[in-house]
């Protein structure tokens, strides 16, 4: 079974910026959408930032202007730049694929932590 996995995760203060990566464990058939959702402490998981693979992006707007998501196809990986990072931004930050054979792919998740 293909998994994604995410990198990039961590501690750090409020203001700061974190990258976080993501690419399949395996081979996959065709990826078309890639997005990043986030779990906080007992909330529900959310959508973060998603882009199709022609390059349409979609952003919660508690993030926009402050996150970034970019994606390189040839690699099937997705990028998640966050600056201006705040307290409220905490949570496990899990990366998406769509991808045609496989269905939805999830990656076990990577801890964010923000300290004010």
């Known amino acids: 079974q293909v998994q994604l996995v995410e990198s990039g995760g961590g501690l750090v203060q409020a203001g700061g910026s974190l990258r976080l990566s993501c690419a399949p464990s395996?081979?996959?058939?065709?990826?078309?959408?890639m997005g990043w959702y986030r779990q906080g402490p007992g909330a529900q998981r959310d959508v973060v930032a998603s882009?199709?693979?022609?390059?349409?992006?979609n952003y919660a707007d508690s993030v926009k202007g402050r996150f970034t998501i970019s994606r390189d196809n040839a690699k099937n990986t997705v990028y998640l730049q966050m600056n201006s990072l705040k307290p409220e931004d905490t949570a496990v930050y899990y990366c998406?694929?769509?991808?045609?054979?496989?269905?939805?792919?999830w990656g076990q998740g990577t801890q964010v932590t923000v300290s004010s």
């Open positions: 882009m199709t693979r022609g390059g349409r992006t």
């Open positions: 998406n694929a769509d991808d045609s054979y496989y269905g939805s792919i």
């Open positions: 395996g081979n996959v058939f065709h990826i078309n959408t």
